[in-house]
C-alpha cells in the first residue's frame, strides 16, 4: 500500500508543508527563466555566427570571382589520389569544361602528368617537401581533344593531403619562345657567318700584316742602306720637300757650309744661295762678281728643273756661314710618289773649288806662258805630228813676212 501523505504541519520545527510548495515554485520559476536565457544568448550567437558565415561565403564568392575575371588560370585543389575536389571557372575557359564536369574527376581529364615515372615522381615529391612547390610544363587536353602546352605548378596543402595545382596556358609563350628561338637561330647562324667571314677577314688581314712587316722590314733595311749610303758619301746631299725646303742633309754637306743641322733643317735652299748682284769672297781665295746674267742663267736652270723634273752639272754658288761662297757643281732630280705626284727633290751637290783653282791657276799658266810666246825675240813654230804649222809667235811673222794665218796649215818644207 502506498505510504501516507506526510502531514501538513510538524510541530518539531512550525513549519507547514504548504510553505515548503510555495518555496519550491519560486526556485522552478527562476531555473526555467535562466534557462530561456542561454537559449536566447545561443540563439543570438547562431545567427551572428550564420550572418558572418554567410559574409565570409559571399566576400569569398566575390573574391574567387575578381581572380576569376583578372586571372585565366585554372586553380584545382586534388586529394592524394589526384581527384579533383576543387575548381574555380577559369577551367572552363581553358579546357572547355564546365565546373561540375570535372569535380571528382582525375586530374589526368585535364593534362598528361610528367611525373608518372617513378623517378620523376620522387623528384617531385622530394622537391615539394623542400620548396613546397613545384614548377614544370606538361601537356594539356580540352574537352574536343585539342592539345595545348600547360605551365604546372604544385603546391603543396599544408596539414592537409593532397595538392594545389596552378595550370596557365603557355601558348602565346610558346608561339614566343618558338619565334625568339627562330631568330635566335637566325643570329646565330648570322653571328657564325659572320664569325667566319672576320676569320677569313682576320687571316688576310694577318697576311697582309706579315707581307707589310715583311716589306717594312725589307724597308727598313733598304733605308738603313740608304741612309748609310747618304751618309758616308763624299759629296754633300741634300734632300728636300715639295716647297723646297730642305728635310735631310748629310755631314758633307754641314761641313762644306760649316753649320749644324739644326741651322739647316727646314730651311728654304735659297737662303744658302747668293741672289743679290755684286762681289763676294769665295772659298778659291778670290773673288768672284755675281752678275745679272748669272742671276738670269740660275733661273733658267731652275725652270729647266720644273719642266724636265732633273738637271745635271748645274755649276752655281752656296753660301758658307762665313758669308764666302763655295763653287758648287749640282745634280738635282726630284722624287714623285706612286701616283706620279711630286714630293720632293733630292740634290747630290760637289764642291769645285779646288777644281776652279786648278783651272784658274791653268788659266794664268796658260796666259803667262801665251806672253812669253808671244814676246819672245825667238822665233817660234809648233807643228801636228805630220810637221803641218798650226802655231807661230810673232816673232816668225816679223822674220818671214807671214802673218799667223797665212803660215797656218803649210808644211815647214815649203818654207
Known amino acids: 500500500p502506498p505510504p501516507p501523505p506526510p502531514p501538513l504541519f510538524h510541530a518539531e520545527d512550525g513549519i507547514r508543508d504548504c510553505d515548503v510548495c510555495l518555496v519550491g515554485s519560486e526556485m522552478c520559476i527562476r531555473d526555467s527563466v535562466l534557462i530561456n536565457i542561454i537559449f536566447l544568448w545561443l540563439v543570438v550567437t547562431l545567427g551572428i555566427t550564420y ?18 575575371s ?4 585554372v586553380l584545382i585543389v586534388v586529394d592524394r589520389n589526384g581527384k579533383i575536389i576543387m575548381c574555380n571557372d577559369s577551367v572552363q575557359e581553358l579546357f572547355g569544361y564546365q565546373v561540375n564536369e570535372v569535380i571528382n574527376q582525375q586530374i589526368s581529364l585535364l593534362y598528361s602528368e610528367s611525373h608518372a615515372e617513378p623517378l620523376k615522381g620522387i623528384e617531385v615529391s622530394a622537391k615539394l617537401e623542400k620548396d613546397g612547390f613545384y614548377i614544370e610544363t606538361v601537356t594539356g587536353r580540352k574537352k574536343n581533344n585539342d592539345i595545348i602546352p600547360i605551365e604546372l605548378v604544385t603546391y603543396k596543402r599544408k596539414n592537409y593531403a593532397g595538392a594545389v595545382l596552378l595550370l596557365r596556358d603557355i601558348t602565346e609563350r610558346k608561339k614566343a619562345e618558338e619565334k625568339l628561338e627562330k631568330y635566335k637561330n637566325q643570329l646565330e647562324t648570322l653571328v657564325n657567318k659572320r664569325t667566319g667571314d672576320l676569320l677569313t677577314r682576320n687571316k688576310q688581314l694577318q697576311e697582309e700584316i706579315n707581307v707589310r712587316k715583311q716589306s717594312n722590314e725589307e724597308l ?7 741612309d748609310n749610303i747618304i751618309e758616308s758619301s763624299l759629296d ?5 720637300d715639295i716647297n723646297g725646303c730642305i728635310e735631310r742633309v748629310n755631314d758633307s754637306f754641314l761641313k762644306m757650309l760649316d753649320y749644324t743641322k739644326e741651322e739647316v733643317i727646314g730651311k728654304h735652299t735659297t737662303e744658302f744661295s747668293p741672289s743679290v748682284e755684286g762681289p763676294y769672297a769665295s772659298t778659291t781665295g778670290r773673288t768672284i762678281e755675281i752678275t745679272q746674267d748669272f742671276i738670269k742663267q740660275s733661273k733658267e736652270m731652275l725652270a729647266k728643273l720644273f719642266e724636265e723634273g732633273k738637271v745635271y752639272n748645274w ?7 762665313d758669308q764666302k761662297v763655295v763653287p758648287v757643281e749640282s745634280n738635282i732630280v726630284f722624287l714623285f710618289d706612286s701616283e706620279e705626284n711630286m714630293i720632293g727633290g733630292f740634290g747630290i751637290l760637289r764642291d769645285i773649288t779646288e777644281r776652279r783653282k786648278a783651272d784658274e791657276e791653268s788659266t794664268e799658266a796658260r796666259i803667262f806662258l801665251q806672253n812669253i810666246f808671244e814676246t819672245t825675240a825667238d822665233g ?13 809667235n810673232r816673232a816668225i811673222e816679223n822674220m818671214l813676212g807671214y802673218s799667223e794665218d797665212e803660215l797656218t796649215g803649210k808644211y815647214t818644207t815649203e818654207l
Open 51 to 68: 550572418q558572418r558565415w554567410r559574409e565570409a561565403v559571399s566576400k569569398r564568392k566575390e573574391l574567387e570571382d575578381i581572380i576569376s
Open 220 to 226: 727598313s733595311k733598304t733605308k738603313d742602306y740608304l
Open 315 to 321: 755649276e752655281r754658288y752656296f753660301m758658307r756661314k
Open 236 to 240: 754633300p746631299v741634300v734632300i728636300v
Open 70 to 73: 583578372i586571372n585565366t588560370d
Open 380 to 392: 817660234i813654230m809648233v807643228t801636228d805630228d805630220q810637221g803641218c804649222i798650226v802655231k807661230i
